[in-house]
């Protein structure tokens, strides 16, 4: 089956933080007169994010409520102030922090989206996004300057369903009008992109730009969009054995 549409997940797929999170946090720190060291913060931030991946591991449906998910991000936040010792305005900290990653001003393309959908779109490809976030997903990527080129925007609190459950896969190729088997996902998560896409039938591609996963085979492997047209290509003419197999396949 040819691919006729290419759903993106977001985050750290799209886009990816205009300044470095451990910036950003020591800034709304600083407007409150706390100073802190970068680089313990940014060892906070390890920690909040290996707790957030054993959550999401235990109990992904956070991510169809948008209440849940407001309030697992404003806990790691509040962990993260409080374990720096900022305890008396750690919930005020919080709610900046969130409120800011939830907004547009906070987020920039990768270098190697805008080219990728540029080509994409040549080749009359339909794109859409399937992503786990909440309700400002849309005014995100309109803030920055991608939405246009989605024919679709799905964000997993907008429909009440979260990857990598299938049924977000599934409602994203019916608003499209298109079967699975015709269909391409990419994001960086493997069990949320690449193997919650496969399960439905579409073809999972997993997206590593550090080369975090180098011996992830399950699925086919890419460290930049822009090998995703040739990809396609692949696929699309039928001369991409390693594609159709899930074979590792490393991006330049």
């Known amino acids: 089956m040819a691919v006729s549409v290419v759903f993106f997940d977001v985050g750290n797929t799209l886009i990816t933080p205009l300044i470095p999170e451990e910036q ?41 409520d948008s209440d849940r998910v407001r309030k697992i991000w404003i806990d790691m936040y509040r962990f993260i102030s409080k374990s720096l010792g900022i305890t008396e305005i750690s919930d005020l900290l919080a709610e ?15 270098a190697d989206v805008l080219p990728t959908l540029e080509a994409l779109k040549a080749e009359d490809l339909r794109l859409g996004t399937i992503s786990n976030w909440d309700g400002t997903l849309s005014s995100i990527l ?19 369903l979260h990857k990598p459950q299938a049924d977000i896969f599934e409602l994203a190729c019916v608003r499209l009008g298109v079967s699975p088997h015709d269909a391409l996902h990419i994001g960086d998560h493997i069990s949320a992109d690449a193997l919650g896409a496969q399960a439905v ?5 997993l997206l ?27 696929f699309n003419n039928g001369f991409c054995s390693a594609c159709a197999s899930g074979q590792l396949i490393k991006g330049m």
């Open 142 to 160: 309109e803030g920055i300057g991608l939405a246009p080129y989605f024919d679709e925007i799905i964000s997993s609190t907008d429909v009440g």
């Open 24 to 64: 950003s946090i020591a800034r709304f720190a600083a407007n409150h007169g706390y100073q802190l060291d970068e680089a313990e913060v940014q060892k906070k931030i390890a920690v909040m994010y290996e707790y957030y991946e054993r959550a999401y591991s235990d109990d992904s449906s956070f991510w169809g």
């Open 208 to 234: 590593d730009r550090e080369d975090r996963y180098p011996d992830f085979d399950d699925a086919p492997r890419l460290k930049s969009l822009r090998d995703l047209p040739t990809l396609i290509d692949g």
């Open 201 to 205: 039938g579409m073809k999972g591609i």
């Open 96 to 110: 900046e922090i969130y409120s800011y990653y939830f907004s547009p001003e906070a987020w920039e393309p990768f």
